[in-house]
């Protein structure tokens, strides 16, 4: 099987090689030692150098173990030809827990760097074990400038070539941006057809800050009410017409607007299908009848927390991701 050969990105800020134009995904849950592990296998034998995790996702050891397989296999020189993004979870985002977190996480990937880390959200909670429903009570306020020093620190010593941030809004950027002497290289946030973030995207731009999206296929959808990305009649038939998937048609839409998709698959055809996007184009009609597409969230900040209990330090109209 012939690897698609991905173009890269270069970002502004920080030391990373140049970033592959679509990453993979690894959050699985349950996380899943061995497929996380076959399936990034399978991600470099049909073209990934990209590979997106977090320490909550529990997958940094099986792709930091695929990293290693697919050296010694030959499928990449060193892992040099490989991008790493990892993530700070909420529990650790107070200014003295972020290099050891980013040390556990680097243990874990069998590696001496990391080519970006990422502040996962724009919410601190009180030191403990990660978990993923919490107490709303455990929410504490979010020290912006501790917590940035930090992440500048873990570039400063190379234990990530470049930092960012996850989730934040323009309101989050504003107040860890009066704090920066490094600015932030990437901002991952939910987004796709369904959920276009012009306004985030525009200041982002406006800052040298890359945009990397995450659900670029709709997914993350824990209500069960359907993908609004993969039924997208508007999708549909640009997809017909183009004789393409709705899938691909979505990560094309991402690529053209200069940001980058982060797509979760543990499929090895779908993980090929998802690089096939970069012969093709979509029309300027397409664009106009995407850009009408009704607009609709998914992820939200209530979503870390359990559905008892109150806020007792912090306002969540503080901690929220949605932006118009």
Known sequence: M???????VALQHGNA????????????????LEKAREAVLAAFEVGYRHFDTAALYGTEAALGEAIAEATTRGLVASREEVFVTSKLWSTQCHADLVLP????????????????????????????????????EDAVPFDFEGVWRSMEEAQRLGLAKAIGVSNFTTKHLDKLLAAATILPAV??????PVWQQRTLRNYCAKKGIHVTAYSPLGGQN?????NAVLKSPVLAAIAKARGKSVAQVSLRWIYEQGLTPIAKSYNKERLKHNLEIFDWELTEEDHLKISQIPQKKIVLATDVFSP???FTSVDLSDMEIVEE
């Open 308 to 310: 008892d209990g109150e």
């Open 222 to 226: 824990w209500a069960g009410d359907g």
């Open 187 to 192: 901002n991952q946030v939910e987004m796709n």
């Open 17 to 32: 090689r140049p970033m592959p134009a679509v990453g993979m995904g690894t959050a699985a849950f349950p996380a899943t």
């Open 2 to 8: 012939a690897s698609a050969v991905v173009p890269e």
């Open 101 to 136: 977190s980013l040390r556990e996480s680097l243990r874990n990937l069998q590696m001496d760097y990391v080519d970006l880390y990422l502040i996962h959200f724009p919410i601190s909670l009180k030191p403990g074990p990660m978990a993923f429903q919490v107490k709303r």
